[in-house]
C-alpha cells in the first residue's frame, strides 16, 4: 500500500465509496453572511412550528381567551357595565400584554437548545454568532405580528374600533414589535443563564407578571393608590401602552412618549444584547 | 515544543493539535491538570480514560467550545482563543450526546447545516441528499430526528459533522451505547474520515476501540496524559492482558498450574470453574510458549484466549488505581 495512507484507514473493512464521495463533494462554500445565518435560524423555527403546529395556539388561542375574559368576565365590573367602552380602553393595552407574554418564549427555547447539544454544533461553526439568538427572535416578530393580526380581528368582531385608522394601528404594532425585539434579549440572556426550561418560565412570570399588572393595560392609574400610580407612571410598560393607546385610537402621541418608548428599548437591547452574546461566548 | 512527539517517523507534516498545560476547572472539580497534547496531521488520534477523566472537556475547549483557564491550545497552527473563528472553519464536533435537532428530520437538519455554513438553499439541499446516502439514512431522511434509532442518530450526528468535509474531526465518545452493528458503522466511518485526509481526534473508553482505530493513543486520568504512544507500545507497557485456559480434565489442573508458572514465571489462579486457569501475561508470545510446554506435558488445553487488557487494567499498571469515575466533570462541561 501506499505510505500515504494512515493504518487506520486500511485496516479491515473495506472503503466505503458513497461516503468517499460524499466527502469529496464536501467542499467549503464561501462563508455565510449575518444576514444570511440569521435567516438559516428563521428557516430552522419555521420548521419547528411546521411539525408542531400547536406551538401556534399562544399567539392565536390566547389573545382570544384574554379578549374575552377582560371584557366580558372583568369589562362590566371595570367600566360600570359598558362592556363596549371598556374594550375600546382595554384592547389596545391586552394586545401589548399579548405580545410581551410571548417574548418570554423565547428564553425558553434557547435554555432548551443550550441543554442539549445541537448548541454545541452551532456554537463550533464558524457563523456570525449573534445569528443564532437573532434567527428565533426574527421568528418571534412573526409571531407577535401574528399575535397582534388575531386580537385586533377578535377586537373588531366583538366591535372595537380603532379611530387612528389602518395608518395609526400599523404604527401602533410596528412600535409594539420594536420594542419586544428588545425586551427579548432580556430573556434570551436569561434562558442562556439558567439552563432548564422551567426555571426560566418562573423567572420570566415573576418579571412579567407584576409588570403587566401593575401598568395601564387594565385600569386608569388614577384609580390606584398613589404608590402604585407613582410605580405605575415609571413601568415602561405603561409607556408603550399609552403609545399604542395613542396611535390606534386617533388620540395620538408626544414625541416625548414616543421617544421614552424607543430610548427604552434601546437601552434594554443595548444592555442585555451585549451581555446574551458573552454568555453565549463563554458558556460551558 | 516536543519535536519528537509531535511527527510520525519519516514524515514532516504539520501538526493537527499543539495543547500546552491545559488546565480548566469547574467549581471544586479540576477537569483538566495541565494537559499536553500532540497530535500529527492524518489518522485517528485516540484519548483514551475513564469517565471524568477530562476528555470532554479537553475536546470542548479544542473546539473552541469552552475557554481553558490557562494554558494555550493550537488547531493546524490556529489559537484556539486567538483565533477561535479561522479553528472553526477547519473543524467539526460530534458530541456524547445527540447533536441535532430532534424536532427537525434528518434532511432537514442537514439542509439547515449547509445554509449555516454558507451552501445556497438548493445546494444545501443537493448535499443533504448526498450525505443521507452515504449515510445510510435515505429511507429515514424524512423522519423526525426524535424518532431515529441511537444507531442512526449517531450516523446523522457524522454526518451533521462533515457536511462541508472537516480537516480535523473532534468525535466524543462516537460509539457509547451503540449495538456492535452501529460501532462497526461509525467505525467504518471514521475509517474512510482518515483515508479522504481528515484527522480524527475521538476519545473512549474503550482500549478495544482505540486499539482497532488509533495510530496513537494518549491516555488522560485526572486532567492529565499519563501515557502516550502507539497502541501497540502503550500495550506492551501494560502487558497483554489474560491468558485463560481450560484444561481437559480437572485432574490435570495442578500439574498445568506448574508447567504455566515455569513457562510463564508469572502466578497463576485457579477460577471456580473445576477446569479453568487464568494469568496475567506480559506479552503474547510468551503465551504462545507456555501453551506449547503444555501439549508437551500431555495436557492439550480445552480452551483457551487470550484476552486484551481492559481499561482497569492499564489503569491499574499505569497509576497504580483502578480506573473509576471521577466526579463527573463530563456532565458538568
Not at chain 1, 456570525?128 to 412573526?142: E, M, N, Q, T, V
Not at chain 2, 495510530?215 to 497483554?240: F, M, N, Q, W, Y
Request: proline letters at 5%; glycine letters at 10%.
Amino acid at each position: 500500500m501506499t505510505t500515504d495512507v494512515p493504518a487506520s484507514a486500511t485496516r479491515e473493512e473495506p472503503i466505503d465509496y458513497d461516503m468517499l464521495a460524499a466527502l469529496d463533494a464536501g467542499e467549503r462554500p464561501g462563508r455565510a453572511g449575518g444576514f444570511s445565518a440569521s435567516m438559516s435560524h428563521l428557516y430552522r423555527a419555521m420548521l419547528r412550528v411546521k411539525h408542531s403546529p400547536a406551538q401556534i395556539i399562544d399567539v392565536t388561542l390566547f389573545p382570544l381567551i384574554m379578549l374575552l375574559m377582560f371584557t366580558f368576565l372583568f369589562g362590566g365590573a371595570l367600566s360600570d357595565g359598558d362592556t363596549g367602552a371598556y374594550l375600546q380602553f382595554f384592547l389596545p393595552g391586552v394586545l401589548v400584554n399579548t405580545v410581551l407574554m410571548i417574548t418570554m418564549y423565547v428564553g425558553m427555547g434557547l435554555s432548551s437548545d443550550a441543554e442539549k447539544g445541537v448548541f454545541d454544533r452551532f456554537r463550533s461553526l464558524p457563523m456570525w454568532r449573534p445569528s443564532a439568538i437573532i434567527g428565533p427572535l426574527l421568528a418571534d416578530a412573526f409571531r407577535y405580528t401574528m399575535a397582534s393580526i388575531m386580537m385586533l380581528t377578535f377586537g373588531l368582531i366583538l366591535g372595537y374600533r380603532a379611530e387612528g385608522g389602518v395608518v395609526g394601528v400599523v404604527l401602533a404594532v410596528l412600535v409594539l414589535i420594536v420594542f419586544a425585539f428588545c425586551l427579548s434579549w432580556l430573556w434570551t440572556l436569561v434562558g442562556l443563564v439558567m439552563r432548564s426550561e422551567k426555571a426560566v418560565t418562573a423567572v420570566s412570570m415573576m418579571v412579567l407578571m407584576p409588570l403587566t399588572f401593575a401598568s395601564n393595560v387594565y385600569v386608569n392609574p388614577a384609580t390606584m393608590p398613589g404608590w402604585l400610580e407613582a410605580f405605575v407612571s415609571v413601568n415602561p410598560i405603561s409607556h408603550v401602552v399609552t403609545v399604542v393607546r395613542g396611535l390606534t385610537s386617533g388620540a395620538g402621541v408626544t414625541t416625548g412618549q414616543l421617544g421614552l418608548v424607543l430610548a427604552e428599548a434601546a437601552a434594554l437591547l443595548l444592555l442585555f444584547g451585549p451581555l446574551t452574546m458573552r454568555k453565549y461566548r463563554t458558556m460551558n | 515544543m516536543r519535536t519528537d512527539a509531535g511527527k510520525r517517523p519519516g514524515d514532516g507534516r504539520q501538526l493537527a493539535i499543539e495543547a500546552r498545560g491545559l488546565v480548566k476547572t469547574f467549581g471544586e472539580t479540576r477537569a483538566l491538570d495541565g494537559l499536553d497534547l500532540t497530535v500529527p496531521a492524518g489518522g485517528v488520534y485516540g484519548v483514551l480514560g475513564p469517565n471524568g477523566a477530562g476528555k470532554t472537556t479537553a475536546l470542548r475547549i479544542l473546539a473552541t467550545l469552552l475557554p481553558p483557564d490557562s494554558g494555550s491550545a493550537r488547531v493546524l497552527g490556529h489559537d484556539v482563543s486567538a483565533d477561535a473563528d479561522a479553528v472553526r472553519g477547519k473543524i467539526s464536533l460530534t458530541g456524547q450526546f445527540t447533536s441535532v435537532d430532534e424536532e427537525l428530520t434528518g434532511r432537514e437538519n442537514l439542509i439547515l447545516l449547509g445554509r449555516l455554513l454558507g451552501y445556497r438553499h438548493t445546494d444545501a439541499k443537493l448535499r443533504a441528499g448526498q450525505l443521507l446516502k452515504a449515510l445510510g439514512l435515505t429511507d429515514a431522511g424524512d423522519r423526525q430526528a426524535k424518532h431515529y434509532s441511537g444507531g442512526m442518530r449517531r450516523r446523522l450526528d457524522i454526518a451533521a459533522g462533515i457536511v462541508v468535509t472537516p480537516s480535523v474531526m473532534f468525535l466524543d465518545e462516537p460509539t457509547t451505547g451503540l449495538d456492535p452493528r452501529s460501532r462497526n458503522q461509525v467505525w467504518n466511518i471514521v475509517r474512510t474520515l482518515v483515508a479522504r485526509g481528515t484527522t480524527v481526534v475521538l476519545t473512549t473508553q474503550y482500549l478495544d476501540e482505540a486499539d482497532q482505530l488509533a495510530d496513537r493513543i494518549a491516555v488522560i486520568d485526572h486532567g492529565r496524559v499519563i501515557a502516550e504512544g502507539t497502541p501497540g507500545a502503550l500495550k506492551a507497557s501494560v502487558g497483554s492482558g489474560t491468558l485463560r485456559i481450560r484444561v481437559q480434565d480437572p485432574a490435570q489442573r495442578f500439574d498445568a498450574v506448574r508447567v504455566l508458572t515455569e513457562a510463564l514465571d508469572v502466578e497463576v489462579q485457579l477460577e471456580s470453574d473445576p477446569c479453568a486457569l487464568t494469568a496475567r501475561v506480559d506479552d503474547s508470545e510468551r503465551s504462545v510458549h507456555a501453551l506449547g510446554e503444555l501439549m508437551r506435558a500431555g495436557m492439550t488445553p480445552a480452551e483457551f484466549a487470550l484476552g486484551q487488557p481492559s481499561l482497569d487494567e492499564v489503569f491499574l499498571a499505569l497509576t497504580g488505581h483502578p480506573a473509576e469515575s471521577a466526579p463527573d466533570d463530563e456532565a458538568a462541561a
